[in-house]
């Protein structure tokens, strides 16, 4: 069973607003084969926009680790993208460590997220943070803010 590697299905799903529907069909067809090969189903990989804190389903969703920072050794390695695997400095991540301010504040995340995000401002202050790690807490605000 082959490990699913979560960069490149995101880079398929990005494709799925191709102009050309040939293209799209074709991305789709490789993103379930990658889920296919890994032993997965998308219900295993997409987490509920509505998810209550309190649902005991959260236990099923903490399993998948959504910390990008494997993905950015993964890259480095690979010879891949290493653009987001470039820190950033704490003052450019002024931005992010409100953002993280506001997940915290408006939205009932559960300990697991609270505990992700502030390691991210561990990170900041420590310069460990990435763009990777910023696309990350604005597709997280996204999910949130829609729900």
């Not at 398929?12 to 191709?18: C, E, G, I, T, V």
Request: glycine content about 4%.
């Amino acid at each position: 069973m082959a490990e699913l590697d979560r960069q490149t299905l995101l880079d398929l799903l990005n494709r799925f607003d191709d102009a050309d529907d040939a293209n799209v069909a074709a991305a789709a067809r490789e993103a379930q084969q990658s889920l296919t090969e890994a032993g997965l189903t998308w219900d295993d990989v997409l987490v509920p926009a509505e998810m209550d804190a309190d649902d005991e389903d959260e236990d099923e969703y903490e399993e998948y680790d959504i910390d990008d920072d494997a993905d950015d050794a993964d890259d480095d390695e690979a010879g891949g993208d290493t653009d987001n695997v470039i820190p950033i400095s704490a003052g450019e991540a002024r931005d992010d460590l409100a953002l993280i301010d506001r997940i915290l504040r408006d939205h009932g995340v559960s300990e697991d997220t609270r505990d992700e995000l502030e390691g991210y401002r561990e990170d900041i202050e420590a310069g460990e943070f990435t763009a990777s790690d910023r696309n990350y807490l604005k597709a997280l605000q996204k999910r949130l803010s829609k729900s």
